[in-house]
Antibody
């Protein structure tokens, strides 16, 4: 059974860089059938896609965050990371890592999710 | 970006009821539409992908339909564990975008 687990600081100061790691177990992160990505949810609000990475080389980001976001994959460690720079209180949210399937008919969906991690931006 | 709008935003129902949630896309998305269930404090769970395909392990009381711009999620006979928030999400174009959610309450 595939499992994803987020880790990192739960408190980040304004203007600093938020950095989270997602550790994947029960399957390989190097499979070409999947994207690995991040989604966030501010308290009491809806879901916002941050970005995804495919094949360790192709990254796709939400344009609203693109200038501040970097996603990378560490294949030997079976992990992928999120870095979000210059954070403000508006970046306070639960951050989920997730696997995104792209099936044979080009349908894409998030089928496995981490439990989520609350990151608070505050001095 | 494609905007996804769900209705209603909240819905009160009883165990045993049949419930329908609607999702509308701001432009045609064929059947590139997914549905998720999220319980309080938990990660979303995939229910339906490609508008009508039931994810493995999901109860058959959940069903999805629609194409183009209008989609529905139907729960045939509500069970106590179905009270949650439901989100639609389009995968037609980047960025993949979610509806604002429909909270299903007792």
């Amino acid at each position: 059974q595939l499992q994803l687990q987020e880790s990192g600081p739960g408190l980040v100061k304004p203007s600093e860089t938020l950095s989270l790691t997602c550790t994947v177990s029960g399957g390989s992160i190097s499979s070409s059938s999947y994207y690995w990505g991040w989604i966030r949810q501010p308290p009491g609000q809806g879901l916002e896609w941050i970005g995804s990475m495919y094949n360790s080389a192709n990254a796709y980001y939400n344009a609203s965050l693109k200038s501040r976001v970097t996603i990378s994959i560490d294949t030997p460690k079976n992990q992928f990371t999120l870095k979000l720079s210059s954070v403000t209180a508006a970046d306070t949210a639960v951050y989920f890592c997730a696997r995104r399937v792209r099936n044979a008919y080009n349908y894409k969906y998030f089928d496995y999710w981490g439990r989520g991690m609350l990151v608070t931006v505050s001095s | 970006d494609i905007q996804m709008t769900q209705s209603p935003s909240s819905l009160s129902a009883s165990v045993g009821d049949r419930v329908t949630v609607t999702c509308r896309a701001s432009q045609p998305i064929s059947t590139y539409l997914n549905w998720y269930q999220q319980k309080s404090g938990k990660a979303p769970k995939l229910l339906i992908y490609a508008a009508s395909a039931l994810q493995s392990g999901v109860s058959s009381r959940f069903s999805g339909s629609g194409s183009g711009t209008d989609f529905t999620l139907t729960i045939s006979t509500l069970q106590p564990e179905d009270f949650a928030t439901y989100y639609c999400q389009q995968s037609y174009s980047t960025p993949p975008s979610f509806g604002q959610g429909t909270k299903l309450e007792i």
